[in-house]
């Protein structure tokens, strides 16, 4: 559980942020002030998003073919955890060099979406302090994560923000809790309301959002929602 602030091109926002997650199973929900306004989950390699101030929900299958996989989205949402086991064996594999006050891992990994080239600085003490993940042949990074320094929460140890780049858009979390997830509290988010817009991830009003979340800028003469 934190506090959001997101800079994208030409807008802002901040809210409170609350992650659950458990095994291949996450989600996200985001509050400002009283009011729910972001649902987020995915199980699997399905994916459900709702943007409550729009009426409007997205959900589909997060295909490799789109570039990017469950299994990298997944990291991405929650870069703090390095024990899926194609980050372990990526890591394993890497060419390590030094560098000021600690240590730079490089390597590439080959999951199901596709080929990924990393580039992760960690402290003397082992601790993650910058990350940078590439697609091949990509022009820019697919993310750049940046870590706080590590402190004790009531789960463990964890950093105390967390930082998402990508070109202009930045998205931090500073983290106020870290707590284990009661047994049987993750569930699937409930269905969408009945007066809700339900798009697919493929449909074009769907893709719309998803890059305005990951802080892409629209494609030029495109009409985006508000």
């Known amino acids: 559980m934190g506090e959001i602030d997101a800079d994208f091109p030409e807008r802002s926002a901040s809210f409170e942020a609350r992650w659950g997650s458990a095994g291949e199973s996450l989600v996200v929900i985001g509050y400002a002030g009283p009011v729910r306004v972001l649902d987020a989950s995915l199980l699997r390699d399905s994916l459900f998003i709702g943007v409550r101030r729009e009426d409007l929900g997205v959900t589909g299958l997060v295909r490799p073919s789109e570039g990017v996989g469950s299994d990298a989205v997944r990291f991405l949402l929650r870069p703090w955890d390095f024990g899926d086991p194609w980050v372990r064996d990526a890591l394993e594999r890497a060419a390590v060099e030094p560098?000021?006050?600690?240590?730079?891992?490089?390597?590439?990994?080959?999951?199901?979406?596709?080929?990924?080239?990393?580039?992760?600085?960690?402290?003397?003490?082992?601790?993650?302090?910058?990350?940078?993940?590439?697609?091949?042949?990509?022009?820019?990074?697919?993310?750049?994560?940046?870590?706080?320094?590590?402190?004790?929460?009531?789960?463990?140890?964890?950093?105390?923000?967390?930082?998402?780049?990508?070109?202009?858009?930045?998205?931090?979390?500073?983290?106020?809790?870290?707590?284990?997830?009661?047994?049987?509290?993750?569930?699937?988010?409930?269905?969408?309301?009945?007066e809700w817009r339900v798009v697919a991830l493929d449909d074009p009003e769907g893709r719309s959002l998803v890059k305005r979340l990951m802080g892409d800028e629209p494609d030029a003469g495109r009409k985006e929602p508000r």
């Open 99 to 194: 560098v000021k006050e600690g240590w730079r891992l490089r390597g590439e990994s080959e999951n199901e979406s596709g080929s990924i080239s990393f580039s992760l600085d960690i402290t003397a003490r082992g601790e993650p302090r910058r990350l940078e993940l590439s697609r091949r042949g990509a022009a820019e990074p697919l993310a750049v994560v940046r870590y706080g320094p590590l402190r004790g929460y009531a789960a463990g140890r964890y950093p105390r923000w967390i930082e998402w780049s990508r070109g202009r858009a930045r998205v931090r979390l500073d983290v106020r809790e870290v707590a284990p997830l009661p047994e049987g509290r993750l569930r699937l988010l409930p269905p969408a309301p009945p």
